[in-house]
């Protein structure tokens, strides 16, 4: 079965700096890989998705996401953080049972 | 844009009531979804739903789980005799297709607390 990890449980970060979020999976083949953001008393919004094709994916709110393969990663950055960017971010893998199997999650902290 | 909305928000009850989560999917989208979210925990995958019928469960969807459309629009999860375990952010996604690279759209999640 599939699985997704993300290493870093909570990261901080100050305003305008660059951005790294962790993400790993095991999956056979290639998966359908996303990321999420869950603002506080939100619900889960798409950032980006990675498919097929180019392995450097663009994302709303100045997101990005590079897929490679031989590290089966799949890391989202941001290269200036703003302060709305405060949410917890959750890495998901849809691999041939088209259900949405996601990682712990990592809450990022924006300090001024 | 259009999106998924939940009803309640919020839902209080005592352990061992029925409840009934409430969801309203993308209008021309065929596959509904639950995931729960207990919490500090992992957004997990409950049920999926297709066509009337469910397409797919998890372990967690015991007897005590039933989903539901009921008509043209909604689109529900039942809990039949609530456990304190079953505290949770409940989700509701839709997706227009069964593809893996379809988007599933998550609507705002309705917790629920067990008492």
Redesign the interface.
């Known amino acids: 079965a599939q699985s997704v990890t993300q290493p870093d449980i909570h990261i901080t970060v100050s305003e305008g700096a660059s951005l790294e979020l962790r993400c790993n999976y095991s999956y056979g083949a290639t998966?359908?890989l996303?990321w999420?953001v869950q603002s506080p008393?939100?619900?889960?919004?798409?950032l980006l998705?990675y498919?097929?094709g180019d392995t450097l994916v663009q994302g709303i709110k100045g997101f990005e996401a590079e897929f490679k393969r031989s590290q089966s990663s799949f890391n989202l950055r941001k290269p200036s953080v703003h302060w709305s960017d405060a949410a917890e971010y959750?890495c998901?893998v849809?691999?041939?049972?088209?259900?949405?199997?996601?990682?712990?999650?990592t809450t990022v902290t924006v300090r001024a | 844009e259009p999106e998924?909305t939940?009803t309640p928000s919020h839902q209080v009850t005592q352990m061992g009531q029925e409840v009934i989560l409430r969801c309203v999917p993308i209008s021309n989208h065929l596959?509904f979804?639950w995931?729960r979210q207990i919490l500090g925990?992992?957004?997990?995958?409950l049920v999926?739903f297709y066509n009337n019928e469910i397409?797919?469960k998890?372990e967690i969807f015991d007897d005590q789980f039933s989903v539901e459309r009921p008509d043209g629009s909604n689109f529900t999860l039942k809990i039949r005799s609530t456990k304190l375990e079953d505290s949770a952010m409940y989700?509701c996604?839709s997706s227009e297709d069964?593809?893996?690279?379809d988007?599933?759209?998550?609507?705002?999640?309705t917790r629920l607390t067990v008492l």
């Open positions: 998966p359908y996303f999420y008393g939100q619900g889960l919004q798409l998705k498919f097929s959750f998901a849809v691999a041939n049972d088209y259900k949405l199997s996601f990682g712990a999650g | 998924v939940q596959y979804y995931y925990q992992k957004v997990e995958f999926s397409s797919e998890s989700f996604a069964r593809l893996g690279s988007t599933q759209y998550f609507g705002p999640g």
